[in-house]
Nanobody, 122 residues
C-alpha cells in the first residue's frame, strides 16, 4: 500500500518551533526525493523544502531559509521538517510528498500525504 502519513502539527506561538514527520512506505520513499509543501486557506499549494534520496542535497523556499530544516532517515523511512522561529504567516496545512527526482514544482510530485495542520498564533 502506498502511504505517506504526516504528524507533528499543532498550535504554537510565534517564535516557537515544531517538528513535522512523514512516515513513508517503501514504494514512496526508496530512491526517491521527498518534499514538504503547504497550503493556507484560499491560497495555492506552495513548495517549502525538498531533499534528495541520499540526503546530501536540499532545496528551500526563500521564505523558510534559515528557519526550517529538512532531513531524512532512510533506515526508518521517514522525512522530517524542523521548523524554528515560526511566524503567523506559516499557518497552513503541511503536506509530505514524493517524487522521482529532486524538484520544487507541485506537479512533479506523484505521491502525497493527507496533510497536518500547523497554526502559529501571534
Amino acid at each position: 500500500q502506498v502511504q505517506l502519513v504526516e504528524s507533528g502539527g499543532g498550535l504554537v506561538q510565534a517564535g516557537g518551533s515544531l517538528r513535522l514527520s512523514c512516515a513513508a512506505s517503501g514504494r514512496t520513499f526508496i530512491n526517491r526525493a521527498m518534499g514538504w509543501f503547504r497550503q493556507a486557506p484560499g491560497k495555492e499549494r506552495e513548495f517549502v523544502a525538498a531533499i534528495n534520496w541520499i540526503g546530501g542535497r536540499t532545496y528551500y523556499a526563500d521564505f523558510v531559509k534559515g528557519r526550517f530544516t529538512i532531513s531524512r532517515d532512510n533506515a526508518k523511512i521517514m522525512v522530517n521538517l524542523q521548523m524554528n522561529r515560526l511566524k503567523p504567516e506559516d499557518t497552513a496545512v503541511y503536506y509530505c510528498a514524493s517524487t522521482p527526482l529532486l524538484e520544487t514544482a507541485v506537479t512533479g510530485y506523484d505521491y502525497w500525504g493527507q496533510g497536518t495542520q500547523v497554526t502559529v498564533s501571534s
